[in-house]
């Protein structure tokens, strides 16, 4: 079956846009994961989902950033008044794991931001 | 805090070579570890995690609780191993989020 998916795979932004990232995860797939990857550096978490619920919304770095998730399947991740320091690779992944237990996390392509 | 430290930006080795990628790890309870790949042009993948102690694409890696470490070591480079790898670790807390090291490049050269 398909991946998980990332649109759009390239966004460049002027600073103080607003600008909205798409993840579709594998179908079934309850945990959904944001992580944003910074040039020359590892993957570095954002923000988690178990279905719509929001459960852990620790790594995201300021309240510019906002993720949803209604209908537990669909994520979207808005960056508002985006700054240069937001510039950075944002990779959406997937796990039909639940809290208690660990299943592997399938990840998307990625959206590559670059805020001028 | 959990933390994942991978010493090595890059290594370059010839094929044929044994490669051998460090990663190191501090967390107070038992976590899982995790040895994740990233191809050229391709997304990241997991290659291998401690608890399946397996072995794929000829790479082991053997966690060790008293050092903290989870290296990864293949006996023989090949030129396909040519990629991104990224040592992580999962808590069990927030939906197993997981922590990544910051990568090492591996070049294995002809």
């Known amino acids: 079956g398909a991946g998980v998916s990332q649109s759009p795979r390239y966004k460049v932004a002027k600073r103080g846009q607003d600008v909205a990232l798409r993840c579709d995860p594998i179908s079934g797939h309850v945990s959904l994961f944001w992580y944003q990857q910074a040039l020359g550096q590892g993957p570095e978490f954002l923000t988690y989902f178990q279905n719509e619920a929001q459960l852990d919304k620790s790594g995201l770095p300021s309240d510019r950033f906002f993720a949803e998730r209604p209908e537990g399947s669909v994520s979207t991740l808005k960056i508002q008044r985006t700054q240069q320091e937001d510039s950075a690779v944002y990779l959406c992944?997937?796990?039909?794991?639940?809290?208690?237990?660990?299943?592997?996390?399938?990840f998307g392509p990625g959206t590559r931001l670059t805020v001028l | 805090a959990q933390r994942v430290t991978q010493p090595e930006k890059l290594l370059s080795v010839f094929k044929g070579a044994p490669v051998e990628l460090k990663c190191n790890y501090s967390y107070s309870g038992s976590p899982e570890l995790f040895w994740y790949v990233q191809y050229s042009r391709q997304r990241l993948q997991l290659l291998l995690r401690h608890i399946s102690r397996e072995s794929i694409k000829g790479f082991t890696a053997d966690l060790n609780k008293g050092e903290t470490s989870f290296h990864l070591k293949k006996p023989f480079a090949q030129e396909e191993d040519s990629a991104m790898y990224y040592c992580?670790?999962?808590?069990?807390?927030?939906?197993?989020?997981?922590?990544f090291g910051g990568g090492t490049r591996v070049l294995v050269k002809p």
């Open positions: 992944a997937s796990s039909s794991a639940t809290q208690s237990s660990y299943n592997e996390q399938f």
């Open positions: 992580a670790l999962s808590g069990g807390a927030a939906g197993n989020k997981l922590t």
